[in-house]
């Protein structure tokens, strides 16, 4: 089975680089060229879609975004593309393609924890607002999942 796992150089993905099964071959993007991994910048949809026909991966793990709240607090616009629009393009081109969108638990106010995935959303700033939007827009397919860090 491949992967193409975007946005693979932060926390989780090196966490995923550690545990990946055998049997799976997983294709590790980030925007900086490296020898382990492939350089894509992830606000090119067109290069994301053309990486994705050619790789023809069975699943698509979306880890890409600006997680720095307070970058996004401060200017939300200019992350706008990478932390919504993206997962919106690739809840359009994975159609077909298994797509796992990663979250955060900033979706929710911080109030009610422990959180659950049938949890009400209701964020308190720009990043969590994000992340609650391009939720909705991975959800509309019913090969996606969303999932976040515990």
Known sequence: MRILVLGASGIIGQFLRECIPSGVEPIFCRRKPSPDYTSIDATNFREIHGLIVHLKPQA???????????????NHRAYRQINVGLPGELATI???IRLVQVSSQAVFN????P???ISMRNPINHY?????EAEVLVLRRKNAVVGGPP
């Open 110 to 113: 911080g109030f009610n924890a």
């Open 115 to 117: 959180y659950r995935t």
């Open 94 to 96: 994975c159609e077909k």
């Open 128 to 132: 969590g607002r994000q992340k609650a």
């Open 60 to 74: 698509v793990i979306n880890l890409a975004g600006e997680s720095n709240t307070d970058d996004v607090q401060r």
